[in-house]
């Protein structure tokens, strides 16, 4: 593992203390970065007939089911339902802060890591599409504004991200900025908890 990822690993939460138990009203993503052959973040778009979330662009994940023996276990299930991947081929870095999203659900996201996407395959009734943002691509400037997410009493700064035909942006945004801080070695400025 280079020393790039071993950087992301060491910012991470350990993946393994996802305790096993029941997570109603919770979800877990799964961040995917690829390494080659020039490293980049998975997303994928969400079909626009769906009822939750149609047409956006997200991670691969959903929520808790009780065949789920771990939150773990619900992020690798819905990347092999989403995008055909199965867990064999992930190598799991570690987890982030579980945070709430704006419906009140409790999301616990995953990183890990694929060799390539090639062989991805999106499920027609869940996506759109996959795609992959080059990360040099997030340095050369994709952001294309900064949203104001009010939460509580606080009110978070939420980057949003232009890339081709693909708008990322809340949740999917907010831990996308975080990632890619953690790889820079920099504190996050969108925390959303």
């Known amino acids: 593992m280079t020393q790039q990822w071993q950087r992301l ?6 993946h393994s203390l996802s305790p096993p138990g029941q997570y109603p009203r919770q979800a877990s993503v799964l961040a995917l ?4 052959p020039e490293p980049s973040l998975l997303f994928t778009l969400r079909s626009r007939h769906l009822t939750s979330h149609a047409g956006e ?6 929520k808790w089911e009780p065949g789920d023996l771990t939150l773990r276990d619900t992020a690798l299930r819905e990347t092999r339902e989403e995008i055909g991947l199965a867990a064999e081929c ?6 982030c802060k579980p945070r709430a999203t704006r419906a009140g659900v409790i999301v616990t996201p995953f990183v890990g890591l694929i060799d390539h996407a090639n062989d991805l395959c999106p499920c027609p009734y869940e996506l759109d599409a996959i795609f992959q943002v080059p990360l040099v ?5 994709i952001q294309v504004r900064i949203d ?3 939460r ?8 949003a991200y232009q890339y081709q035909s693909y708008e990322i942006w809340g949740f999917t945004a907010s831990l996308t900025c975080e990632l890619l801080a953690m790889l ?3 504190p996050a400025s969108s925390e959303m908890v």
């Open 33 to 36: 970065f690829t390494r080659q």
């Open 152 to 159: 509580g009493n606080r009110v978070y700064q939420v980057p």
């Open 184 to 186: 820079q070695a920099q």
């Open 9 to 14: 690993k060491s910012r991470l939460l350990d």
């Open 148 to 150: 104001s997410i009010p």
């Open 90 to 95: 992930i190598t799991l870095l570690g987890a």
């Open 137 to 141: 691509e997030f340095h050369r400037g």
């Open 57 to 62: 662009v997200s991670f691969p994940g959903g």
